[in-house]
Protein backbone atom coordinates (compact mmCIF):
# COMPACT_ATOMS: atom_id res chain seq x y z
CA UNK A 1 0.00 0.00 0.00
CA UNK A 2 1.11 3.26 -1.14
CA UNK A 3 2.12 5.87 1.72
CA UNK A 4 -0.19 8.55 0.54
CA UNK A 5 -3.27 6.17 0.18
CA UNK A 6 -2.79 6.30 4.23
CA UNK A 7 -2.26 9.84 4.20
CA UNK A 8 -5.56 10.73 2.49
CA UNK A 9 -7.23 8.36 4.38
CA UNK A 10 -6.41 9.85 7.68
CA UNK A 11 -6.89 13.32 6.16
CA UNK A 12 -10.59 11.75 5.50
CA UNK A 13 -11.03 10.69 9.25
CA UNK A 14 -9.65 13.33 10.59
CA UNK A 15 -12.05 15.97 8.39
CA UNK A 16 -14.58 17.37 10.84
CA UNK A 17 -17.94 19.60 10.49
CA UNK A 18 -15.98 23.27 10.43
CA UNK A 19 -18.69 24.47 13.26
CA UNK A 20 -19.66 22.21 16.22
CA UNK A 21 -20.86 23.24 19.30
CA UNK A 22 -19.22 21.67 21.97
CA UNK A 23 -20.64 20.08 24.59
CA UNK A 24 -19.87 17.54 27.43
CA UNK A 25 -20.38 14.28 25.26
CA UNK A 26 -20.14 16.20 22.00
CA UNK A 27 -20.46 13.15 20.08
CA UNK A 28 -22.06 14.51 16.66
CA UNK A 29 -23.24 10.99 14.77
CA UNK A 30 -23.61 11.33 11.41
CA UNK A 31 -20.50 11.47 9.86
CA UNK A 32 -19.32 9.58 7.29
CA UNK A 33 -18.59 6.03 7.76
CA UNK A 34 -14.49 5.80 6.94
CA UNK A 35 -13.88 2.75 5.00
CA UNK A 36 -10.23 1.28 5.45
CA UNK A 37 -7.47 1.44 3.05
CA UNK A 38 -7.19 -2.07 1.43
CA UNK A 39 -3.41 -3.61 1.55
CA UNK A 40 -3.47 -6.82 -1.17
CA UNK A 41 -1.27 -9.14 0.56
CA UNK A 42 0.81 -11.71 -1.18
CA UNK A 43 4.04 -13.29 -1.28
CA UNK A 44 6.16 -10.00 -2.14
CA UNK A 45 8.41 -8.28 -0.04
CA UNK A 46 7.01 -4.32 1.03
CA UNK A 47 3.64 -5.19 3.18
CA UNK A 48 4.56 -3.38 5.97
CA UNK A 49 2.26 -2.72 9.18
CA UNK A 50 3.58 -0.71 11.50
CA UNK A 51 1.94 -0.41 14.77
CA UNK A 52 2.25 3.53 15.91
CA UNK A 53 1.41 5.74 18.36
CA UNK A 54 -1.43 8.35 17.24
CA UNK A 55 -3.84 10.93 18.60
CA UNK A 56 -7.20 11.31 17.36
CA UNK A 57 -10.35 13.64 17.65
CA UNK A 58 -13.01 11.35 18.11
CA UNK A 59 -15.03 14.10 19.61
CA UNK A 60 -13.86 17.37 17.82
CA UNK A 61 -11.65 19.62 20.03
CA UNK A 62 -10.53 16.68 21.85
CA UNK A 63 -7.35 15.01 21.08
CA UNK A 64 -7.11 11.22 22.58
CA UNK A 65 -4.14 9.26 22.39
CA UNK A 66 -4.45 6.14 20.51
CA UNK A 67 -2.64 3.40 18.56
CA UNK A 68 -3.02 2.28 15.33
CA UNK A 69 -1.45 0.33 12.66
CA UNK A 70 -0.08 2.90 9.65
CA UNK A 71 -2.89 5.33 10.72
CA UNK A 72 -3.70 6.95 14.03
CA UNK A 73 -6.53 4.16 15.23
CA UNK A 74 -7.22 0.70 13.35
CA UNK A 75 -5.31 -0.75 10.58
CA UNK A 76 -6.22 -0.86 7.09
CA UNK A 77 -8.10 -3.94 5.17
CA UNK A 78 -5.72 -6.43 4.75
CA UNK A 79 -6.83 -9.03 1.64
CA UNK A 80 -5.17 -12.50 1.27
CA UNK A 81 -6.07 -14.84 -1.52
CA UNK A 82 -6.65 -18.38 -0.55
CA UNK A 83 -3.94 -20.02 -2.34
CA UNK A 84 -1.41 -17.31 -2.40
CA UNK A 85 1.22 -16.90 0.67
CA UNK A 86 0.89 -13.38 2.33
CA UNK A 87 4.54 -11.65 3.51
CA UNK A 88 3.84 -9.27 5.59
CA UNK A 89 6.58 -7.03 7.92
CA UNK A 90 4.93 -5.74 11.31
CA UNK A 91 6.77 -3.05 12.06
CA UNK A 92 6.66 -2.18 16.41
CA UNK A 93 6.97 1.63 16.39
CA UNK A 94 5.08 1.94 19.83
CA UNK A 95 6.14 1.60 23.20
CA UNK A 96 5.75 -1.59 24.80
CA UNK A 97 5.78 -5.17 23.65
CA UNK A 98 3.20 -5.95 20.63
CA UNK A 99 1.75 -9.14 18.96
CA UNK A 100 0.03 -9.29 15.51
CA UNK A 101 -2.61 -12.15 15.54
CA UNK A 102 -4.72 -13.60 12.58
CA UNK A 103 -7.69 -14.30 14.34
CA UNK A 104 -9.27 -16.85 12.66
CA UNK A 105 -6.92 -18.10 10.29
CA UNK A 106 -5.25 -21.74 10.39
CA UNK A 107 -1.60 -21.17 10.46
CA UNK A 108 0.78 -22.88 12.68
CA UNK A 109 1.99 -21.67 16.29
CA UNK A 110 4.83 -20.00 15.06
CA UNK A 111 2.78 -17.83 12.48
CA UNK A 112 -0.28 -17.14 14.78
CA UNK A 113 1.21 -14.02 16.53
CA UNK A 114 0.47 -15.45 20.32
CA UNK A 115 1.63 -13.94 23.29
CA UNK A 116 4.64 -16.04 23.64
CA UNK A 117 5.29 -14.19 20.01
CA UNK A 118 5.39 -10.50 21.66
CA UNK A 119 8.39 -8.56 20.08
CA UNK A 120 9.79 -5.21 21.31
CA UNK A 121 9.54 -1.29 19.91
CA UNK A 122 12.04 -1.03 17.33
CA UNK A 123 11.37 -5.02 16.07
CA UNK A 124 10.39 -6.10 13.09
CA UNK A 125 8.55 -9.68 12.87
CA UNK A 126 7.74 -10.59 9.14
CA UNK A 127 5.87 -13.87 9.01
CA UNK A 128 4.78 -15.58 5.41
CA UNK A 129 1.08 -16.57 6.05
CA UNK A 130 0.05 -19.77 3.94
CA UNK A 131 -3.29 -18.75 2.70
CA UNK A 132 -5.37 -22.02 3.46
CA UNK A 133 -9.23 -20.69 3.91
CA UNK A 134 -12.32 -19.90 2.32
CA UNK A 135 -13.79 -17.26 1.89
CA UNK A 136 -14.47 -15.40 5.00
CA UNK A 137 -14.29 -12.40 7.19
CA UNK A 138 -11.27 -12.62 9.78
CA UNK A 139 -9.38 -9.92 11.44
CA UNK A 140 -6.01 -8.91 13.44
CA UNK A 141 -5.55 -7.38 16.79
CA UNK A 142 -2.38 -7.60 19.05
CA UNK A 143 -2.26 -10.61 21.72
CA UNK A 144 0.58 -9.73 24.34
CA UNK A 145 -0.38 -10.94 28.01
CA UNK A 146 -1.82 -8.23 30.02
CA UNK A 147 -1.89 -5.78 27.56
CA UNK A 148 -4.22 -6.97 24.80
CA UNK A 149 -7.19 -4.91 26.42
CA UNK A 150 -5.60 -2.14 26.63
CA UNK A 151 -3.81 -2.24 23.48
CA UNK A 152 -7.07 -3.54 21.22
CA UNK A 153 -8.90 -0.45 22.78
CA UNK A 154 -6.32 1.80 21.92
CA UNK A 155 -6.66 0.77 18.58
CA UNK A 156 -4.30 -2.18 17.83
CA UNK A 157 -6.94 -4.18 15.53
CA UNK A 158 -8.46 -4.09 11.91
CA UNK A 159 -10.14 -6.46 9.54
CA UNK A 160 -8.73 -9.47 6.88
CA UNK A 161 -10.69 -10.68 3.92
CA UNK A 162 -9.87 -13.65 2.70
CA UNK A 163 -10.70 -14.16 -0.98
CA UNK A 164 -11.14 -17.38 -2.99
CA UNK A 165 -10.35 -16.73 -6.49
CA UNK A 166 -11.88 -20.05 -7.21
CA UNK A 167 -15.20 -19.78 -5.41
CA UNK A 168 -18.11 -17.97 -7.60
CA UNK A 169 -18.93 -14.98 -5.26
CA UNK A 170 -22.58 -14.78 -5.75
CA UNK A 171 -23.05 -12.27 -3.43
CA UNK A 172 -22.16 -8.06 -3.51
CA UNK A 173 -18.61 -8.37 -3.52
CA UNK A 174 -17.06 -4.64 -5.07
CA UNK A 175 -15.79 -3.32 -1.83
CA UNK A 176 -16.76 0.03 -0.76
CA UNK A 177 -19.76 -0.02 -3.29
CA UNK A 178 -21.96 -2.55 -1.58
CA UNK A 179 -19.64 -4.47 0.10
CA UNK A 180 -18.66 -2.70 3.17
CA UNK A 181 -16.49 -3.83 6.45
CA UNK A 182 -17.90 -2.52 9.82
CA UNK A 183 -15.99 -2.67 12.63
CA UNK A 184 -18.19 -2.27 15.54
CA UNK A 185 -16.10 -1.27 18.98
CA UNK A 186 -17.82 1.22 22.02
CA UNK A 187 -15.37 3.22 23.71
CA UNK A 188 -15.44 5.40 27.09
CA UNK A 189 -15.56 9.36 26.49
CA UNK A 190 -14.89 11.67 29.55
CA UNK A 191 -16.88 15.01 30.14
CA UNK A 192 -14.03 16.29 27.86
CA UNK A 193 -14.18 14.32 25.16
CA UNK A 194 -11.15 12.31 25.60
CA UNK A 195 -11.47 8.55 25.26
CA UNK A 196 -10.89 6.54 28.30
CA UNK A 197 -9.49 3.52 29.44
CA UNK A 198 -9.74 3.26 33.34
CA UNK A 199 -10.36 -0.09 34.65
CA UNK A 200 -12.06 -0.60 37.58
CA UNK A 201 -12.60 -4.04 39.71
CA UNK A 202 -16.41 -3.96 37.91
CA UNK A 203 -14.77 -3.38 34.99
CA UNK A 204 -12.29 -6.23 35.57
CA UNK A 205 -14.97 -8.71 36.43
CA UNK A 206 -17.91 -8.17 33.74
CA UNK A 207 -15.35 -6.64 31.23
CA UNK A 208 -14.96 -2.94 30.59
CA UNK A 209 -18.12 -1.12 28.33
CA UNK A 210 -17.84 2.41 26.85
CA UNK A 211 -20.26 5.16 26.55
CA UNK A 212 -20.50 5.34 22.89
CA UNK A 213 -20.42 2.95 19.81
CA UNK A 214 -17.73 3.68 16.77
CA UNK A 215 -18.25 1.97 13.35
CA UNK A 216 -14.35 1.84 11.48
CA UNK A 217 -13.03 4.21 14.20
CA UNK A 218 -16.33 6.94 14.14
CA UNK A 219 -18.66 7.44 16.41
CA UNK A 220 -22.43 6.55 14.97
CA UNK A 221 -21.36 7.15 11.54
CA UNK A 222 -23.64 6.99 8.06
CA UNK A 223 -23.17 5.13 5.51
CA UNK A 224 -24.78 6.23 1.89
CA UNK A 225 -26.12 3.27 -0.28
CA UNK A 226 -27.15 2.09 -3.57
CA UNK A 227 -30.75 1.13 -3.52
CA UNK A 228 -29.86 -2.74 -4.05
CA UNK A 229 -28.39 -5.52 -2.41
CA UNK A 230 -25.62 -4.44 -0.10
CA UNK A 231 -23.10 -6.65 2.15
CA UNK A 232 -21.72 -5.74 5.61
CA UNK A 233 -19.33 -7.13 7.33
CA UNK A 234 -19.76 -7.10 10.97
CA UNK A 235 -16.98 -7.42 13.28
CA UNK A 236 -17.39 -7.24 17.14
CA UNK A 237 -13.90 -5.68 17.95
CA UNK A 238 -15.59 -4.12 21.39
CA UNK A 239 -13.52 -5.26 24.33
CA UNK A 240 -16.50 -6.85 26.39
CA UNK A 241 -19.94 -5.99 24.39
CA UNK A 242 -22.18 -8.36 23.04
CA UNK A 243 -24.40 -6.53 20.62
CA UNK A 244 -28.09 -7.76 19.36
CA UNK A 245 -28.37 -5.77 16.12
CA UNK A 246 -31.04 -4.74 13.66
CA UNK A 247 -32.66 -2.25 12.08
CA UNK A 248 -35.18 0.35 13.62
CA UNK A 249 -37.95 -0.30 10.96
CA UNK A 250 -37.67 -4.37 11.83
CA UNK A 251 -36.42 -4.99 8.55
CA UNK A 252 -35.23 -8.65 7.58
CA UNK A 253 -32.04 -9.50 6.64
CA UNK A 254 -30.07 -12.18 5.41
CA UNK A 255 -26.82 -13.55 7.22
CA UNK A 256 -24.30 -15.39 4.48
CA UNK A 257 -21.31 -16.18 6.48
CA UNK A 258 -20.06 -16.18 9.86
CA UNK A 259 -16.39 -16.56 11.76
CA UNK A 260 -14.66 -18.97 9.28
CA UNK A 261 -16.96 -18.60 5.83
CA UNK A 262 -20.27 -19.16 3.91
CA UNK A 263 -22.84 -20.47 5.54
CA UNK A 264 -24.41 -23.17 3.20
CA UNK A 265 -27.86 -21.05 2.36
CA UNK A 266 -28.47 -17.85 3.43
CA UNK A 267 -30.06 -17.40 6.89
CA UNK A 268 -33.10 -14.76 6.82
CA UNK A 269 -33.37 -13.07 10.25
CA UNK A 270 -34.45 -9.44 12.00
CA UNK A 271 -31.77 -9.62 14.67
CA UNK A 272 -28.48 -11.54 15.25
CA UNK A 273 -26.42 -11.18 18.11
CA UNK A 274 -22.70 -10.91 18.39
CA UNK A 275 -20.19 -11.61 20.72
CA UNK A 276 -16.53 -9.84 21.16
CA UNK A 277 -14.86 -11.45 18.11
CA UNK A 278 -17.58 -13.17 16.47
CA UNK A 279 -17.63 -12.05 12.87
CA UNK A 280 -21.25 -12.45 10.57
CA UNK A 281 -21.82 -11.12 6.81
CA UNK A 282 -25.03 -10.40 6.14
CA UNK A 283 -26.98 -8.96 2.75
CA UNK A 284 -29.61 -6.07 3.34
CA UNK A 285 -31.81 -4.80 0.63
CA UNK A 286 -31.98 -1.16 0.40
CA UNK A 287 -34.25 -1.24 -2.91
CA UNK A 288 -36.87 0.31 -1.02
CA UNK A 289 -34.99 3.71 -0.97
CA UNK A 290 -35.96 3.45 2.57
CA UNK A 291 -33.37 5.11 5.12
CA UNK A 292 -32.78 3.16 8.43
CA UNK A 293 -30.56 2.79 11.27
CA UNK A 294 -28.88 0.01 12.79
CA UNK A 295 -29.31 -0.42 16.28
CA UNK A 296 -28.60 -2.61 19.23
CA UNK A 297 -30.88 -4.17 22.01
CA UNK A 298 -30.34 -4.60 24.81
CA UNK A 299 -28.66 -7.35 25.62
CA UNK A 300 -28.71 -9.07 29.58
CA UNK A 301 -26.64 -11.80 29.22
CA UNK A 302 -23.40 -9.20 29.54
CA UNK A 303 -23.13 -9.59 33.19
CA UNK A 304 -24.28 -12.35 35.64
CA UNK A 305 -25.33 -15.67 34.08
CA UNK A 306 -29.07 -15.46 34.27
CA UNK A 307 -28.94 -11.60 35.15
CA UNK A 308 -29.58 -9.09 37.60
CA UNK A 309 -27.17 -10.26 40.72
CA UNK A 310 -24.31 -7.93 41.79
CA UNK A 311 -23.15 -7.71 38.15
CA UNK A 312 -26.27 -6.81 36.65
CA UNK A 313 -26.32 -4.42 33.79
CA UNK A 314 -26.16 -0.79 34.63
CA UNK A 315 -23.68 1.54 33.33
CA UNK A 316 -24.17 4.79 31.51
CA UNK A 317 -25.28 3.82 28.06
CA UNK A 318 -28.46 1.63 29.80
CA UNK A 319 -27.64 -1.65 29.32
CA UNK A 320 -30.52 -2.96 31.44
CA UNK A 321 -33.59 -4.98 29.42
CA UNK A 322 -35.10 -1.91 29.51
CA UNK A 323 -32.98 0.61 28.37
CA UNK A 324 -33.56 1.93 25.00
CA UNK A 325 -31.55 0.42 21.55
CA UNK A 326 -28.05 1.59 21.25
CA UNK A 327 -27.48 3.56 17.97
CA UNK A 328 -24.73 2.09 15.56
CA UNK A 329 -24.70 3.81 12.58
CA UNK A 330 -27.31 4.86 10.52
CA UNK A 331 -28.25 4.09 6.54
CA UNK A 332 -29.40 6.68 3.26
CA UNK A 333 -29.87 5.77 0.30
CA UNK A 334 -28.00 7.53 -2.66
CA UNK A 335 -28.43 8.12 -6.34
CA UNK A 336 -25.72 6.03 -7.67
CA UNK A 337 -27.40 2.95 -9.48
CA UNK A 338 -27.03 -0.33 -7.50
CA UNK A 339 -24.22 -2.34 -8.84
CA UNK A 340 -23.85 -6.28 -8.23
CA UNK A 341 -26.19 -9.10 -8.18
CA UNK A 342 -30.27 -8.17 -7.54
CA UNK A 343 -31.57 -10.86 -6.06
CA UNK A 344 -29.96 -13.96 -3.10
CA UNK A 345 -28.76 -17.11 -4.21
CA UNK A 346 -30.53 -20.16 -2.62
CA UNK A 347 -27.48 -22.03 -1.68
CA UNK A 348 -23.82 -21.27 -1.49
CA UNK A 349 -20.63 -22.38 -1.66
CA UNK A 350 -19.74 -23.38 1.72
CA UNK A 351 -17.40 -25.40 2.95
CA UNK A 352 -18.55 -27.02 6.23
CA UNK A 353 -16.31 -30.11 6.69
CA UNK A 354 -17.03 -33.41 8.32
CA UNK A 355 -15.60 -33.67 11.03
CA UNK A 356 -16.72 -37.08 11.93
CA UNK A 357 -16.79 -38.91 15.71
CA UNK A 358 -14.58 -37.28 17.84
CA UNK A 359 -11.43 -39.23 19.21
CA UNK A 360 -12.33 -37.72 22.77
CA UNK A 361 -13.81 -35.15 24.97
CA UNK A 362 -12.35 -32.74 27.11
CA UNK A 363 -13.97 -30.89 29.62
CA UNK A 364 -13.22 -26.81 30.07
CA UNK A 365 -14.58 -24.48 32.62
CA UNK A 366 -14.33 -20.86 32.91
CA UNK A 367 -13.74 -19.41 36.28
CA UNK A 368 -14.61 -16.10 37.32
CA UNK A 369 -12.11 -16.80 40.52
CA UNK A 370 -9.17 -19.26 39.50
CA UNK A 371 -7.27 -20.48 43.04
CA UNK A 372 -8.44 -18.89 46.66
CA UNK A 373 -10.54 -15.95 46.43
CA UNK A 374 -8.49 -14.35 48.99
CA UNK A 375 -5.20 -15.07 47.12
CA UNK A 376 -7.43 -13.63 44.41
CA UNK A 377 -8.45 -10.26 45.96
CA UNK A 378 -4.71 -9.62 47.27
CA UNK A 379 -3.22 -10.20 44.00
CA UNK A 380 -5.87 -7.63 42.60
CA UNK A 381 -4.42 -5.23 45.21
CA UNK A 382 -0.86 -5.10 43.69
CA UNK A 383 -1.67 -4.48 40.23
CA UNK A 384 -3.29 -5.02 37.17
CA UNK A 385 -1.42 -7.90 35.34
CA UNK A 386 -2.89 -9.88 38.75
CA UNK A 387 -4.35 -13.27 37.92
CA UNK A 388 -7.95 -13.63 39.06
CA UNK A 389 -9.47 -15.67 36.43
CA UNK A 390 -9.11 -18.90 34.60
CA UNK A 391 -10.08 -22.41 32.96
CA UNK A 392 -10.23 -25.08 35.06
CA UNK A 393 -9.00 -23.67 38.16
CA UNK A 394 -5.93 -21.91 36.61
CA UNK A 395 -5.00 -19.19 35.65
CA UNK A 396 -2.71 -18.70 32.49
CA UNK A 397 0.71 -19.29 33.02
CA UNK A 398 3.13 -18.56 29.83
CA UNK A 399 5.49 -21.01 31.07
CA UNK A 400 2.59 -24.08 31.96
CA UNK A 401 0.75 -25.74 28.55
CA UNK A 402 -2.15 -27.10 29.30
CA UNK A 403 -2.75 -29.47 26.60
CA UNK A 404 -0.97 -31.44 23.74
CA UNK A 405 -3.41 -32.31 21.34
CA UNK A 406 -2.41 -34.91 18.61
CA UNK A 407 -2.91 -33.58 15.19
CA UNK A 408 -5.61 -34.28 12.77
CA UNK A 409 -7.64 -35.73 15.49
CA UNK A 410 -11.32 -34.66 15.70
CA UNK A 411 -12.16 -33.40 19.04
CA UNK A 412 -15.39 -32.58 21.53
CA UNK A 413 -15.14 -29.99 23.69
CA UNK A 414 -17.37 -29.64 26.16
CA UNK A 415 -17.50 -25.56 27.92
CA UNK A 416 -19.24 -24.37 30.58
CA UNK A 417 -18.98 -21.23 32.99
CA UNK A 418 -19.04 -20.82 36.42
CA UNK A 419 -20.41 -17.67 36.94
CA UNK A 420 -20.77 -15.28 34.31
CA UNK A 421 -21.32 -15.90 30.08
CA UNK A 422 -18.01 -15.84 27.82
CA UNK A 423 -17.44 -15.43 24.61
CA UNK A 424 -14.67 -18.74 24.36
CA UNK A 425 -11.85 -18.52 21.14
CA UNK A 426 -9.90 -20.77 20.08
CA UNK A 427 -6.55 -20.64 17.89
CA UNK A 428 -5.65 -22.63 14.61
CA UNK A 429 -8.60 -24.11 13.81
CA UNK A 430 -12.39 -23.38 13.04
CA UNK A 431 -14.71 -25.43 14.84
CA UNK A 432 -18.90 -26.88 14.45
CA UNK A 433 -20.79 -25.78 17.13
CA UNK A 434 -22.66 -28.72 18.36
CA UNK A 435 -24.62 -27.64 21.53
CA UNK A 436 -24.90 -23.99 23.07
CA UNK A 437 -26.75 -23.71 26.16
CA UNK A 438 -27.36 -27.22 26.84
CA UNK A 439 -29.48 -27.34 23.66
CA UNK A 440 -28.68 -28.69 19.95
CA UNK A 441 -27.54 -26.47 16.74
CA UNK A 442 -28.12 -26.99 13.31
CA UNK A 443 -25.09 -26.84 12.15
CA UNK A 444 -26.13 -25.27 8.84
CA UNK A 445 -27.06 -21.96 10.61
CA UNK A 446 -23.88 -21.35 12.61
CA UNK A 447 -21.15 -22.27 10.28
CA UNK A 448 -17.81 -22.85 11.03
CA UNK A 449 -16.53 -20.51 14.30
CA UNK A 450 -13.55 -19.82 16.19
CA UNK A 451 -15.66 -18.07 18.57
CA UNK A 452 -18.50 -18.85 20.68
CA UNK A 453 -20.81 -17.55 22.91
CA UNK A 454 -20.68 -19.88 26.56
CA UNK A 455 -24.08 -19.50 28.18
CA UNK A 456 -24.32 -22.65 29.82
CA UNK A 457 -22.98 -26.21 28.83
CA UNK A 458 -21.81 -25.06 24.69
CA UNK A 459 -20.27 -28.34 23.15
CA UNK A 460 -18.14 -28.10 19.92
CA UNK A 461 -16.43 -30.39 17.27
CA UNK A 462 -13.05 -28.93 16.68
CA UNK A 463 -10.23 -31.00 14.43
CA UNK A 464 -6.57 -29.31 14.68
CA UNK A 465 -4.51 -29.63 11.18
CA UNK A 466 -1.91 -27.15 11.60
CA UNK A 467 1.16 -27.81 14.33
CA UNK A 468 2.28 -25.56 17.13
CA UNK A 469 5.48 -26.28 19.08
CA UNK A 470 6.00 -25.51 22.98
CA UNK A 471 7.56 -21.99 22.23
CA UNK A 472 5.05 -20.84 20.40
CA UNK A 473 2.08 -22.90 21.20
CA UNK A 474 -2.20 -22.08 20.31
CA UNK A 475 -4.37 -20.17 23.04
CA UNK A 476 -7.56 -20.91 23.91
CA UNK A 477 -9.31 -18.26 26.13
CA UNK A 478 -12.04 -15.90 26.81
CA UNK A 479 -12.64 -12.73 24.23
CA UNK A 480 -13.88 -10.43 26.22
CA UNK A 481 -10.17 -8.81 26.92
CA UNK A 482 -10.49 -7.87 30.79
CA UNK A 483 -10.77 -11.19 31.40
CA UNK A 484 -8.31 -13.13 28.70
CA UNK A 485 -5.73 -10.00 30.50
CA UNK A 486 -7.06 -11.55 33.62
CA UNK A 487 -5.75 -15.24 32.91
CA UNK A 488 -8.97 -17.13 31.61
CA UNK A 489 -6.63 -18.23 28.55
CA UNK A 490 -4.99 -21.42 28.44
CA UNK A 491 -2.11 -22.80 26.08
CA UNK A 492 -1.53 -26.21 23.76
CA UNK A 493 0.26 -27.55 21.48
CA UNK A 494 -0.70 -29.71 18.03
CA UNK A 495 1.90 -32.44 16.99
CU1 LIG B 1 -14.94 -14.06 30.02
Redesign the pocket.
Known amino acids: MKRRQFLALTAATFAAPAVMTRRAFAAEPGAPLPIPQVMEVGPGAGNTLTAMKGTREFIPGSASDTLGYEQDFLGPLLRFQRGRAARIDVINRTDDPITAHWHGMHVPGHLDGGPQLAFDPGETWSPELPVDHPAATLWYHSHVHGRTADQVYRGLAGMIIIDDPDADDLLPHDYGVNDFPLIVQDRNFDRSGRMTYDLGMMDMMQ ?1 FRGNEVLVNGVIRPKLTVSAGLVRLRLLNASNARMYDFSFTDGRRFHQVASDGGLLPAPVTMDGLRLAPAERAEIVVDFSDRTGVRLVSRAVSSGGMMGGGGMMGNGGMMGDGDNAAPLDVMSFDIGDTAATGPTRLPASLPSELPDLGAPARTREFM ?1 NVHAGSMMGSMVNNLIGRDSQIMGINGQSFDMGRIDLSIPMGETELWRINADM ?1 V ?1 PFHVHGASFQVLKMGGRAIDPARIGLKDVVHVEGITEILIRFDKRAETEAPFMYH ?1 H ?1 LE ?1 EDAG ?1 MGQFTVA
Do not use: A
Request: glycine fraction near 12%; proline fraction near 0%; include cysteine.
Open positions: GLMHCIHM
